[in-house]
Each structure stands twice: as structure tokens, then as C-alpha cells.
């Protein structure tokens, strides 16, 4: 970067250096023009004059007579002023335009120098604040924004090639997770068709469980793979809560009943801003966590409250999850229920898309999950 004081002073420098080279093409251009005009005069009043012919063949830059005759005449004639105004009225507009070309070349120059100021000061900033690691700066010269510039598109190109290595990656480990989840009901599926053929007989009901749990699987697999990827955005604006819970009833209600479990709500808040869809998903994981975690004649506990922040607790009596640092990994699955392993995963995920946290803790009896998202439209 260019110190503030120096730049002026570079400044100034140029200015006089423009207006002095302006000063001299002028003052040349006078001169030559001064020169041919006395000569001619000169040539005018001398006895070689021959004609108009012999006037335009005559080179008068190469004979000084012509210069010296013609400029005792006008002095003699005292129209040394005369002739010097009508120099300057010849050349006016010759002189305007090498102002006008000296004004250039300085406004030229100083835009460069500023501009050259901006960009070193930009990629020095970009270097003090660690942007670039300290083996890859380069050495401070006159070149040193454009080798800035280069550094820079070279690390984007990098940045570029890293991006599509990883969504190569992911799109491997989604494959390979559709895979291994679906390989258990398909196993299953299969058996039950060998069965089939010996005893020729077919239990529907057991079809249908490992068809919803292949559902299930594939619809939490897509929207894992949907929230990771970005390609699903949160549509937070207001809702309204007692609609969220009902919509939520009637997907638990088979389930509930299923399993024999008693689900209270106790509801303290109107309206919140939220994804009506996606808290709807995040909070119907817990409680089938909870219901599949519980035995039968227990209650489940749902608690939503607002205050600066929108508040929602369940509780479940089901004696707590003995390893709570892993809850929230994929496929982490306790030894007391089969299952995927992706419902809490994704609930945890759906949270922090609403800027919020999702917590667990064992208490008397139980396990309390707390969900604690902004109560703001978030742009």
C-alpha cells in the first residue's frame, strides 16, 4: 500500500512533469512554426525570389538566411507584435489540444496510481486477516496485485474441485446408506415368499409392517439426503400451534394405540414462527422414540410454551437412554429398539435449520427432549 503522504507527493510529481512536457510540445511547436514563417518572409523579400514555382520547391529548414533576412525585416518594420499575434491566433487550437492531450496523460496516470493504491490495500487487508495461509503470501512488489489475483483464482479453482470431490462422497455414502437400510426388510420380504411356497400360506399383516418400514426407511433417507445437500429451505412464517398439534395427533394416533400409550399436551402459546411441515417432522420422530421406548399403559409428555424463544419439552416414563453423547448420530440405535436410526438424527438436523438446539437429558424415571427455536422471522 501506498503511504497517503506519497501518493500526493506522487501526484504533484506527475502533475508537473504533465504540464511541463504540454509546455514544451507547445513551445516546440511555436518555434518550429516561427522559424518557417520569418524564412518565408525572408524568401519573400530577396532578390532569389523567382516565382510561386521556385517558392514551394524552396526548403526553407535548410537555410538559415531566409530565417535571419526574414527577421530583420519584420523588426525594421516594427511588426515584431503583430506577427507574434497572429502565431498564437494560427496556432490556438493546435495549442488546446496538447493542453487537452497533457490533462489526459495526467488523469491517466492518477487513476492508475489510485486504482493501484485500492487493490493493494484490498489484498494486504485480505492477507492481515488471514485469508491466505502464511506459506502461500507473496513477496511485496510492483506485481504483487496481480499475483494476488492469480493466488486467488487459483485457490477458487481448488475450492471448486474440493466441493464436487465431497458431493461425489456424499452421493457414494447415500447410496451405500439406502442400501444397508433397505437390505433388512427385503431379506425379510424374501423369506416370508420362500415360506410362501412350502406352507402356501401368507401372513398380510407382517407384509404390510416390513412395506411401511421400507417407506419409512426411504422417506427419511430422501429427506437426509435433501437437508445435507441444501436442496430443501426452511419456510419459516407464522403458524399457528394447536393446528401443529392436531395434524401431528392424527399421523401418532394408530401408533399411540398400537402400543397402548397415552400422549398429554399441554399447550401455553398461540402463534410462532416456524416450518409448520418440518417441526411437525422433528418433534413426531421424538415422540415415536419415546412411544417405542415405552411400555405399555405409560404416558408421553408434550409441552409447548413461548417466551422470548418458542419452548417444546417431551417427556417420556420409559426409565431413560443409558448413552446420550451418541443420541444424535446416524444410525445410532439403543439395544432396547430396532430401528434405523435416523429419526432423531434428522430431528436434530431439522432444529438447527430453525437456528435452534435440540437437547436431552435423563431425569427421575425418564429421558426430557427440549427444543428451543427463535420465536423471529429469520431472513
Known sequence: MINKKYLIIMNIGVLIICAAFTYFMIFIQHKDYEYMFLSQVGYLYTDKSSGVEDYFNQNFAEDNDYYQ????????????????????EHLKDSDRNRVFIGISIYLFITSLMILYNYHFKKYQKLINDNIYNTENQLPITITYPLNISFQKHQQYIQYQIDKITKEKEFMYQFIMDVTHQLKTPLSSLQLMIENQKYEKQLDASKLENQIQKMNTIMTQLLNQGKLQAGKIEMHIEKNCFEELIDDMMSDLDELLYSYQIELEVECLADIGYYDSYWLKEAIENIIKNCIEHSKPQQSIELKVKKDSQINISIRDYAGGIADLNHLFERYYTTDYVKGVGLGLYLSHLIISKHFGELKVENIESGTLFIINIPDQLIM
Not at 533576412?69 to 498564437?88: A, D, L, T, V
Open 69 to 88: 533576412h526574414g527577421k530583420e525585416i519584420i523588426i525594421q518594420s516594427s511588426y515584431q507584435k503583430n506577427y507574434q499575434y497572429f502565431i498564437n
